[in-house]
């Protein structure tokens, strides 16, 4: 008989950062929380990824208010974040103890389940967040960067299945952000990973290439323990596959999630309402809800492709689009077959755009590329070719170990030149590491409020990081 599966609801995090670009507030989630808390989700994915930092910068909203918010409204229902390995939430590497104080932090404001990535799938930038996560009794899921190319075989996510069982995770989530995976596949790769290891398997699929919902039935079959899937107002396109739909197309079988059809309805009139209001303000654009195959022709992610035309855009070249990706899984393979997420889809992205646009291969070779190849961001699937490491990293040290065992303890420091004037928790330290450029303007904001000053002269930045 096979175990009833377990529904992770994503609207409150990844469908929103996936569709509207991170901006559902906490005023548009609490009226409905209390409802979403009677479904009986095997957890709601409510924090982490892009969404601290769109709280600070567009929001003017304390994420850990949020989070707390979220922990009191609804309290019979398991919390999951998205944590990025060693980078915690912001964009470089943290030290240890650092980190650790994240995921303490992040536990005792409500957090249950923290779902922990790397980049590179280095199972060494994730040690210490698996740790930190065990030592504060939360459940500790690693995901493991699902990507194309040569390298990544069907063995290849066995072995690292195998990495992450014994380093102790309390589940493994295939994700596969670029929607890459197809139904037949997603079959092979799941019964795989079944095969040798005994913790639970999650899988994560984005809609984008319209395959989504056949992936997660197919991966059901072969035994998949939880999916992950997205109130249908927004679900779809980059987002995920409608809860509703997958919760219909198992009842009845031995599968059957055990969720109320009619409850979550009630639910989907709520979210409905939204997604009126996002595409009246344009910060829904229905395009995002479109079927886009590129991804599984040109092996990018969507969210990669649009970068690499906005930058062919700003240097008057977009003809040369097709000769850039063709020139990604070049620069792709020179760099050691790195997956294709945040932050190497963009490292990988930029450098081939200026190769091309250059006329000539590494003639100018961004910070971050030689970062990458340098070893900063940690070990690529595949060893990189030492002439060519020379060739870009120059008389540089090439980086072996773990890239956080050169890093000093730092929280004691950031303890000790955190601005008092903005202290109103401890958390706030940690707000500051991660964003140390757009946290000074959310405090200030947040303290003018406080104290009846207009601070709406602040200039608050307006770039966007997708996870």
Same mark, same amino acid.
């Given at each position: ?261 009619? !409850? /979550? #309805? ?8 939204? *997604? &009126? ?5 344009? =910060?829904?654009? @229905? ?32 003809? !040369? /689009? #097709? ?8 620069? *792709? &393979? ?5 997956? =294709?997420?945040? @932050? ?44 060519? *490491? ?55 904001? *947040? ?21």
């Amino acid at each position: 008989m096979a175990n009833k599966v377990k529904v992770t609801e994503t609207v409150l995090r990844d469908a929103h950062q996936s569709l509207i670009a991170t901006r559902m507030s906490i005023d548009e989630m609490t009226p409905i929380l209390p409802e979403m808390d009677k479904v009986g989700f095997y957890s709601a994915e409510v924090w982490g990824g892009a969404t601290f930092d769109a709280c600070i910068r567009f929001l003017d909203e304390d994420p850990w208010d949020r989070l707390r918010t979220i922990r009191k409204l609804m309290p019979n229902t398991k919390l999951q974040m998205l944590f990025r390995g060693q980078n915690a939430l912001g964009y470089r590497h943290y030290a240890d103890d650092v980190l650790e104080y994240f995921v303490q932090k992040s536990v005792a404001n409500g957090i249950d389940i923290i779902r922990i990535f790397d980049a590179l799938n280095d199972i060494r930038n994730l040690q210490t967040a698996i740790a930190a996560a065990k030592k504060e009794k939360a459940h500790a899921q690693v995901a493991i960067s699902y990507t194309t190319g040569e390298t990544f075989t069907t063995q290849y996510y066995m072995d690292y299945a195998k990495q992450i069982e014994e380093a102790g995770a309390d589940s493994i989530c295939i994700k596969d952000m670029a929607a890459l995976l197809t139904p037949y596949y997603t079959a092979e790769l799941v019964s795989a990973i079944k095969s040798v290891v005994k913790i639970p398997i999650q899988l994560h699929t984005h809609y984008t290439s319209g395959l989504a919902s056949m992936c997660l039935l197919k991966g059901v079959e072969n035994g998949v323990d939880m999916i992950d899937t997205a109130m249908s107002p927004l679900a779809l396109g980059t987002s995920h596959a409608p809860t509703e739909s997958m919760v219909a197309a198992l009842q009845g079988t031995e599968y059957d999630t055990g969720l109320d059809l009619v !409850q /979550l #309805n009630n639910i989907r009139d709520y979210f409905m309402t939204l *997604r &009126a209001k996002y595409i009246k303000s344009g =910060l829904l654009d @229905p395009k995002m809800l479109a079927t886009n195959a590129n991804a599984l022709i040109y092996q990018v992610p969507g969210g990669m492709l649009s970068n690499l035309l906005s930058q062919l855009k700003q240097a008057g070249k977009e003809d !040369q /689009l #097709n000769d850039v990706l063709a020139e990604v899984p070049r620069v *792709r &393979a020179d760099a050691g077959m790195p997956p =294709l997420v945040t @932050p190497t889809s963009q490292i990988v992205g930029t450098q081939a755009v200026y190769n091309i646009i250059m006329g000539e291969r590494y003639k100018m070779v961004t910070k971050e590329f030689k970062g990458l190849v340098r070893g900063e961001y940690g070990r690529t699937p595949v060893a990189i070719d030492p002439d060519f *490491r020379k060739k870009i990293i120059g008389d540089d040290e090439p980086i072996d170990c773990r890239p956080a065992d050169l890093l000093e303890p730092e929280l004691e420091k950031m303890k000790a030149e955190f601005p008092q004037k903005y202290y109103e928790q401890e958390e706030d330290i940690l707000t500051m590491a991660q964003f140390p450029q757009v946290a000074p303007k959310f405090f200030e904001k *947040r303290r003018n409020r406080k104290y009846g000053v207009d601070s709406d002269h602040v200039n608050v930045e307006t770039k966007v990081h997708p996870v």
